[in-house]
């Protein structure tokens, strides 16, 4: 089941960057990049940077790479009632992702659809066995739906974003002593990146 999962996103990854080149045989343009952070990520003590090019000659296309880290919300770490209240700090100590998103009209405005995989390298604890920890590698998976909004002259735009990403260990251990940190395996996302056109 995994290997297919797998195979399909592969297949829509290779799909969207054909996409791509395809694209840029068509519409003349420049190209352009794109800086952008998630805001969020520095209230959770963690950091975010991504880095969009829209190739020469695409009309719908975006590409680009992004890192980011944070500890993770409560609520996030709630999601999967066998983690509730159960004394669990998660935090997500490095990740590092490609992104493509298709914009439905012009490309870097209005709405788009998105994917993204990533590696997140992670880094657990618990409140109830002070001194010790784990960290572990995920991947994950995400298409997402999403808006860019320019409401400035200059051009800086907001992009609020929401996606369910699919998730699993690749390595390392989801446990600490004799306790387990139970990896929720689809996991609903929201957030808004805030970003500069160059």
């Known amino acids: 089941m995994k290997t297919r ?3 399909i996103v592969c297949a829509a990854m290779l799909s969207l960057w054909s996409g ?4 840029q045989e068509h519409a003349p343009s420049q190209t352009t990049f794109s800086v952008e952070t998630d805001p969020s990520t520095f ?3 963690g950091y975010a940077l991504h880095v ?3 190739p020469k000659h695409s009309q719908h296309w975006v590409v680009g790479a992004g890192a980011y880290a944070l500890d993770m919300p409560s609520l996030m770490v ?3 009632a066998d983690n509730k209240n159960r004394g669990w700090n998660v935090r997500i100590n490095s990740a590092y992702g490609l992104f493509g998103e298709y914009y439905l009209k012009e490309v870097n405005r209005g709405w788009f659809l998105g994917l993204q995989t990533s590696i997140q390298n992670y880094k657990i604890s ?6 010790t920890s784990s960290r572990y590698r995920n991947l994950l998976l995400m298409p997402s739906v999403g808006y860019n909004w320019h409401p400035f002259r200059f051009p800086l735009y907001l992009k609020p974003w929401a996606g369910v990403g699919y998730t699993t260990r690749l390595s390392g251990e989801n446990r600490v002593r004799d ?5 929720v395996p689809l996991v609903p996302f929201f957030t808004m990146h805030v970003g500069f056109t160059f």
């Open 78 to 80: 709630n999601l999967n």
């Open 52 to 54: 969009r090019i829209k």
């Open 179 to 183: 306790r387990t940190y139970h990896i």
């Open 126 to 131: 618990n409140d109830n066995l002070a001194g």
């Open 43 to 45: 209230l959770f003590k």
């Open 5 to 7: 999962f797998m195979f």
């Open 20 to 23: 791509v080149v395809q694209a």
